[in-house]
């Protein structure tokens, strides 16, 4: 029998995404496993994602959806989705389409020997700011944390999910991704990586370069920081 597979996806206003990232993570996870979960979370959306979540949940009945009635933050939505997953293996990527689940076989095929595989973009399909502060920001989190990774702030990976339930993860913010990668890191270094493409948003804005998620970030890495010295 194939290993068992949870697939999970934060979604925040994505409400013209859900039905692509949804059919493709049944679609996509059947391909590679037998023993299949799909879990969406909505993190406290305003626009119509929990409507359309409820409506193709009707052509998926086993869908699971975790309601957030405020917004958490990145991460706060990716705890919840990792504790809800009860599989021997755990995917995410983001509910905003920005990487396609059509690559899911690409570190699906690495999983032997491993305890995590992380994409790292090909290509970034960002405005050039944001492709400069990506790069630098990837650059300083290495430096600075240690993790082994190429791209820290990739969002498509696939993760052992015991060892991933065992980590006492406490951030809110997008610096959840360095404190999972270090964390994980500390436990093993099974890691495995494999480029994945990155494309433009189809529906909406990213709300992580706004100064809050940013301000927000900058302090959860610094209490990082001090978690991991001492």
């Known amino acids: 029998m194939n290993d068992s597979l949870s697939i999970f996806m934060p979604f925040f206003n994505d409400a013209g995404t859900v039905k692509r990232m949804i059919s493709d993570a049944f679609y996509y996870g059947k391909k590679v496993t037998d023993d299949l979960e799909v879990i969406a979370v909505n993190d406290g959306s305003t626009d119509h994602t929990l409507k359309e979540l409820k409506r193709i949940r009707k052509e998926y009945p086993s869908l699971k959806i975790i309601f957030h009635k405020r917004n958490r933050g990145y991460g706060g939505a990716l705890r919840s989705g990792m504790a809800h997953s009860t599989k021997k293996w755990v995917f995410y990527t983001d509910g905003d389409a920005q990487y396609h689940l059509d690559e899911l076989e690409k570190l699906w095929n690495l999983r032997a020997g491993a305890d995590l595989v992380n994409g790292f973009k090909l290509n970034r399909s960002d405005s050039v700011i ?3 502060v990506g790069s630098l920001y990837s650059k300083a989190i290495k430096r600075t944390f240690g993790t082994p990774l190429t791209d820290v702030d990739c969002d498509f ?12 993860l406490s951030c809110n913010s997008g610096a959840i991704t360095v404190e999972l990668v270090k964390k994980m890191y500390q436990k093993t270094d099974r890691f495995k990586e494999v480029g994945v493409n990155h494309y433009s ?30």
Request: aromatic share 18%.
């Open 201 to 230: 948003r189809e529906y909406g804005k990213s709300t992580f370069f706004t100064a809050g998620n940013i301000w927000r970030t900058i302090y959860d890495e610094f209490y990082l920081l001090k978690e991991f010295k001492t």
């Open 130 to 132: 944001r492709k400069i």
């Open 157 to 168: 990976r696939l993760i052992n999910g015991d060892i991933l339930r065992s980590l006492d």
